[in-house]
């Protein structure tokens, strides 16, 4: 265990109040502590996934903003389809804030504090190990970037979109053509999200700032025409923001919003709506000049081009469920060219990102005239951390094992005499 | 104290300065964004961002390409269609091409539009002014260094109900407070006495583009209604 071999600094009695605290932060039965409290917390994520669904669940419990929250479960004995979570009063501490100080107490007993002899080599490596991948699970959580990327046969993308968060972009046009994209960023945005809230975003280098209300996660565009407003909903230019039921799996998510044009002497010039599910941006003119206006799930983009070559599904006999499929791709990068298979869990790894086959499409098709790939882009520097900490583990555990098993071996037996 | 110690208590004095500068970081965290943000991220370009459909109408924007043509071919009209009447501030109008473009009102512009690209490109706009007409409509002309003409010598248009003058100029356009002048350029122009106020739409580009929207500059000074 962590701190088994960990010793006080001094007695207790006379330390001082940062000498008692180091012993603390350093103890056993803090480390026991944690982890009960790591326990309870993945039992309570696991009910809560279940109706909140798992990436509502993952920014709520390893939040490191906050210290603590209320759990969500969901209601039992209700009806099949249902999901109506409760919430249950018990504080709860943040995951982020326990996994780290999960790593400062192991750091401190089982790495500064620990007795370091050729004996606990083995353990050692072990804490080593642990420290190593809670670390890069903190990476992880602050730096990934994780979206999809969707392709038809015989085209180039050059970006991945994020599965979650959304931006607001405005292009400048030069003969039709986009010569310079501005943003609003998802951090900026997602706190307007179903309130009745608005921000006036002043673009600096445009001729115009954007003033976004009346932000819906999910929402569609719809006619009033034909889909006439229940909720007094405002209407514009014969669309209006429908407020869609909210999705367990939020990636599937499209938002809505208002976008307002101001001067910058802060006069009105137009409202108009932006959604994400959108399939062309709106066109603004402003000082007689042509601006592209969109919401959309952010773009990464990304080093290099991919075309999709062919893409093949073998699927399950006498059924449309995909047995197995998978993508030839070409690798295109500064003229340069590469040609890769990509299958399910044969990803292909380059310049720091990942790309994994992860969907297809379309499926509801025997035989479609065009296939296209969806592969989920992942940039993640602590990617292949988890692997090297299981293998230092592994090492550091065998060989104490072993240790342990030739001190056993050779200890000298008593002999039975009948 | 030895030196493993010495470590220690460095590490133990370190931690009021870790906990002074933790929580305030984390206040700043947790404050709300103002109601105002100023904003320069720019992104890359991107495949996403080649051949953009520009001028997209709201229903072309919305709705999925079957279902837009099933609205058309049923002869139903959504979203903003330019033949349809147009609002702004206080008028309704009717956009006369698909080329007007709002360019946002503005101080002495209630309605501002311009149209054309490039070297073809003019502009349209509406204003409510006050002082005289014939002292206005003189103006008009000498930014266009034409002779003034007097009122009787003007055609006439229907305008707001009323028979409006219609100014017509050519030559070099000089907008004066300090804007340059342009060589090859024209001017059409309606004027009314409304309310005390003068109401006027002026239209003023290159000189052959003009010639060619003539009927535009009629059709929308037709379609213009106070609401």
């Known amino acids: 265990m962590a701190n088994a071999t960990s010793k006080p600094s001094s007695n207790n009695k006379t330390a001082s109040v940062p000498s008692r605290i180091l012993n603390v932060l350093a103890s056993i039965q803090l480390a026991t502590f944690l982890i009960l409290a790591l326990f309870v917390l993945t039992w309570f994520a696991t009910l809560e996934q279940t109706v909140n669904g798992l990436k509502p669940m993952m920014d709520k419990y390893f939040n490191w903003k906050q210290l603590f929250f209320f759990p969500e479960i969901g209601r039992p004995w209700q009806e099949d389809g249902v999901l109506i979570p409760i919430k249950i009063y018990f504080p709860m501490l943040s995951g982020f804030w326990l996994c780290a100080l999960f790593t400062l107490n192991l750091t401190l007993g089982g790495l500064i504090r620990f007795r370091k002899t050729p004996q606990k080599l083995g353990i050692l490596l072990s804490h080593f190990s642990i420290v190593f991948l809670m670390v890069s699970a903190g990476v992880t959580q602050l730096t990934e970037k994780r979206g999809a990327l969707q392709i038809y046969e015989g085209k180039v993308s050059d970006a991945a979109q994020d599965y979650h968060h959304e931006v607001i972009e405005v292009s400048e046009l030069s003969e039709g053509k986009v010569t310079q994209v501005h943003l609003i960023d998802w951090e900026l945005l997602k706190d307007l999200r179903n309130k009745d809230r608005e921000r006036l975003f002043k673009m600096k280098a445009l001729p115009f700032d954007l003033k976004v209300s009346n932000l819906i996660e999910n929402a569609q565009l719809t006619p009033e025409q034909f889909v006439p407003p229940q909720k007094k909903e405002p209407v514009l230019d014969g669309f209006y923001l429908k407020k869609l039921p909210r999705q367990k799996e939020t990636e599937a998510h499209l938002g809505g919003a208002e976008v307002t044009v101001v001067q910058k002497d802060g006069s009105e010039v137009t409202k108009l709506l932006v959604g994400s599910r959108s399939l062309h941006p709106a066109t603004v003119t402003f000082e007689g000049k042509d601006y592209l206006l969109r919401m959309r799930k952010k773009l990464w983009p990304l080093p290099f081009g991919i075309q999709l070559d062919e893409f093949r599904v073998e699927r399950d006999p006498g059924t449309r469920r995909a047995a197995a499929f998978e993508s030839d791709i070409t690798r295109l990068d500064d003229g340069e060219s590469e040609e890769v298979l990509i299958e399910m869990n044969e990803p292909m790894r380059r310049e720091g990102w990942t790309f994994f086959q992860a969907n297809w499409g379309p499926q509801n098709q025997e035989n479609p005239e065009e296939y296209y790939s969806v592969f989920e882009v992942v940039r993640n520097p602590a990617d292949q951390w988890p692997l090297y900490s299981l293998l230092v583990s592994m090492v550091g555990l065998i060989g104490h094992f072993v240790y342990r098993l030739v001190l056993f071996l050779k200890k000298p037996r008593k002999t039975v005499h009948s | ?227």
């Not at chain 2, 229903?59 to 390409?65: D, E, I, R, V, Y």
């Not at chain 2, 706009?125 to 003007?154: C, H, M, T």
């Open chain 2, 1 to 227: 104290m030895n030196e493993k110690e010495g470590l220690l208590v460095r590490f133990m004095k370190a931690l009021p300065l870790i906990s002074v500068t933790f929580f305030p970081l984390l206040g700043v965290a947790c404050k709300e964004l103002p109601a105002e943000v100023e904003v320069s991220e720019t992104r890359p370009l991107t495949s996403h961002d080649k051949d953009p459909e520009v001028n997209a109408s709201s229903a072309k924007q919305f709705l999925p390409p079957d279902v837009l043509r099933q609205v058309e071919e049923s002869g139903q009209k959504l979203g903003d269609d330019k033949s349809e009447k147009q609002e702004g501030g206080k008028w309704t109008y009717q956009l006369p091409a698909q080329d007007w473009k709002d360019a946002g009102a503005k101080m002495f512009r209630e309605l501002n539009f311009t149209f054309g690209e490039g070297e073809k490109m003019g502009e349209a706009y509406l204003s409510a002014v006050g002082g005289g007409l014939q002292a206005n409509i003189d103006r008009w002309f000498r930014q266009f260094a034409n002779e003034p003409k007097p009122l009787d010598q003007l055609d006439r248009i229907d305008f707001l109900g009323q028979k409006g003058y219609l100014i017509e100029a050519v030559g070099r356009f000089e907008p004066g407070m300090g804007r340059p002048g342009k060589d090859e350029q024209a001017l059409l122009g309606a004027m009314i006495e409304k309310g005390g106020r003068l109401i006027t739409v002026k239209m003023i580009g290159p000189k052959a583009e003009m010639t060619n929207r003539r009927e535009e500059f009629l059709k929308f000074v037709a379609s213009l209604q106070q609401k």
